[in-house]
């Protein structure tokens, strides 16, 4: 089992930033694959970004460029640095993990967290 827990969401005004955090507890976090979701209201679940075991990672066309994963093993946390800041970029956004799986279908991801709010005014 992983338990994960994203933090650093809020509000922010357009071409602003913001660092989310999603801390990881349980076996051994640098083994499993990581990846970035979001859900913005009356829309469906969106792959944003993904982060394998061995840090390769892949992006979202809305937001490459832009938006930057990566993950600290020794403290089990994966970080979304998000940059230029549109408010389009307005939903909740889901850290997602998993042993096998490292791609952008959200149906394969085991472990997930409970998301945090991320707002962007205009």
């Known amino acids: 089992q992983v338990q994960l827990e994203e933090s650093g969401g809020g509000l922010v005004q357009a071409g602003g930033s913001l660092r989310l955090s999603c801390a990881a507890s349980?076996?051994?976090?640098?083994?499993?694959?990581t990846a970035w979701f979001r859900q913005a209201p009356g829309k469906e679940l969106e792959f944003v970004a993904r982060?394998?075991?061995?840090?390769?990672?892949d992006y979202a066309d809305s937001v490459k460029g832009r938006f930057t994963v990566s993950r600290d093993n020794a403290n089990d946390t994966v970080y979304l640095r998000m940059n230029s800041l549109k408010p389009e970029d307005t939903a909740v956004y889901y850290c997602?993990?998993?042993?096998?799986?490292?791609?952008?279908?959200?149906?394969?991801?085991?472990?997930w967290g409970q998301g945090t709010q991320v707002f962007v005014s205009s």
């Open positions: 997602a993990a998993d042993y096998h799986y490292t791609g952008s279908e959200s149906g394969k991801y085991d472990y």
């Open positions: 982060i394998s075991m061995s840090s390769l990672t």
């Open positions: 349980g076996r051994t976090f640098r083994a499993y694959h």
